[in-house]
């Protein structure tokens, strides 16, 4: 399905792409994967539009009294094998399967998909770590206007598939972003109301 909606010059469709447990990835080639500076880690990397956008929500967010950072972007069909096999023997399947992709059913496999960490009283608070924080109330309200959605969001489980993460962001572009943001919907229901 070709998407003709424009925003800033830039064709969306290439960002509309549904990758979860039922579709799978098989194809980066539209997308410029590029290498990005974090304090968590060295040797990430995003989808480049993907960045530029996570740039411009941490600055807002810093300008609130919450420092973020990439923990985790662009990952290749092998890093996502180690990581499952990693999550799965020091917390068991039914854990493994709520809240980790299989290879070529993750999105961090296009650069689109960024979760993100806080950084607080100069250590790094991860995942489940920030369950807590107000940063996270943050994000959820204005992560839509720079394009992103929470991808898995609460009570939503049966739709996207995996457990509540609101760390876990999605580039899908501002308009999308945002209608989806507004109407409570999972990029699954956005792209079956398309």
């Avoid at 650069?111 to 924080?133: I, P, R, Y």
Wanted: proline content about 2%.
């Amino acid at each position: 399905m070709i998407i003709k909606e424009e925003e800033n010059g830039d064709i969306l469709n290439k960002y509309l792409i549904l990758v979860n447990r039922n579709h799978e990835f098989k194809n980066q080639n539209d997308y410029e994967i590029v290498k990005i500076k974090s304090e968590y880690a060295n040797n990430l990397y995003l989808e480049k539009k993907t960045y530029e956008q996570f740039l411009k929500l941490k600055k807002l967010i810093l300008s609130k009294g919450y420092e973020i950072e990439v923990e985790s972007g662009y990952r290749s069909k092998k890093q996502q094998q180690i990581l499952w096999n990693e999550i799965l023997s020091k917390n068991g399947l039914k854990y493994t399967l709520k809240y980790v992709a299989t290879p070529n059913f993750s999105e961090h496999q296009t650069g689109l998909a960024v979760d993100f960490c806080l950084k607080e009283d100069n250590k790094f608070l991860t995942g489940f770590q920030m369950s807590n924080k107000e940063v996270l109330h943050l994000v959820a309200t204005n992560a839509h206007n720079f394009g992103f959605i929470i991808r898995y969001p609460k009570e939503k489980e049966n739709i996207t598939g995996y457990g509540y993460e609101p760390w876990h962001l999605r580039y899908v572009g501002t308009s999308v972003a945002t209608y989806i943001y507004q109407k409570s919907i999972t990029l699954e229901e956005y792209l079956k109301i398309l």
